[in-house]
T-cell receptor, first 114, second 113 residues
């Protein structure tokens, strides 16, 4: 089946620093990847839609200069949280779509900003 | 806009009990409907799906039927196991929404031995 990986699975960073999260589709090409944020005991909130080779489309209220998304190839998208603050601490999940439009989710990245 | 409303949890059941998690939706078109499961510390896994009215999705003993007349997609399992303890999300994908998923708030299920 289709597998999506994320790296790192957990990261702790200091306030003011930047952190990059990678999302890879391991055995398929994904023209579209989605980035979600999940707060404890809450649902997933879509942050942005990322299409290979073009700029990401951000949801309302998501700061594009703070959450930089790069979709450099059909198998890799990255989310960079710039100048991180404690309120950015969250569980970040990516998903990738195949030609059948089914979304496959990564295992998530737990970000803690101290 | 599209929305998904699902039963609030947490839900606690004894092993072998019957499970129902209610889910209703609002959509402008004819969406596809999904149930995802999230185990502790992990991402989401697709549990089952249905793409048109009266379709029944099923997997691992779980099933849900796409009911257009009641705009519902309730999740059921006849006999739950401890290993079913997880958070369950109902979601829809509207054909006109560029494959974006709209999620419900999630329902925490705990199954006790």
């Amino acid at each position: 089946g289709a597998v999506v990986s994320q790296h790192p699975s957990r990261v702790i960073c200091k306030s003011g620093t930047s952190v990059k999260i990678e999302c890879r589709s391991l055995d398929f090409q994904a023209t579209t990847m989605f980035w979600y944020r999940q707060f404890p005991k809450q649902s997933l909130m879509l942050m942005a839609t990322s299409n290979e080779g073009s700029k990401a489309t951000y949801e309302q209220g998501v700061e594009k200069d703070k959450f930089l998304i790069n979709h450099a190839s059909l198998t890799l998208s990255t989310l960079t949280v710039t100048s991180a603050h404690p309120e950015d601490s969250s569980f970040y999940i990516c998903s990738a779509t195949t030609s059948t439009d089914e979304q496959y989710f990564g295992p998530g990245t737990r970000l803690t900003v101290t | 806009g599209d929305s998904v409303t699902q039963m609030e949890g947490p839900v606690t059941l004894s092993e072998e009990a019957f499970l129902t998690i209610n889910c209703t939706y609002t959509a402008t078109g004819y969406p596809s409907l999904f149930w995802y499961v999230q185990y502790p510390g992990e991402g989401l896994q697709l549990l089952l799906k249905a793409t048109k009215a009266d379709d029944k999705g099923s997997n691992k003993g779980f099933e849900a039927t796409y009911r257009k007349e009641t705009t519902s997609f309730h999740l059921e399992k006849g006999s739950v196991q401890v290993s079913d303890s997880a958070v369950y999300f109902c979601a829809l994908s509207d054909p006109g929404s560029a494959r974006q998923l709209t999620f419900g708030s999630g329902t925490q299920l705990t199954v006790l031995p």
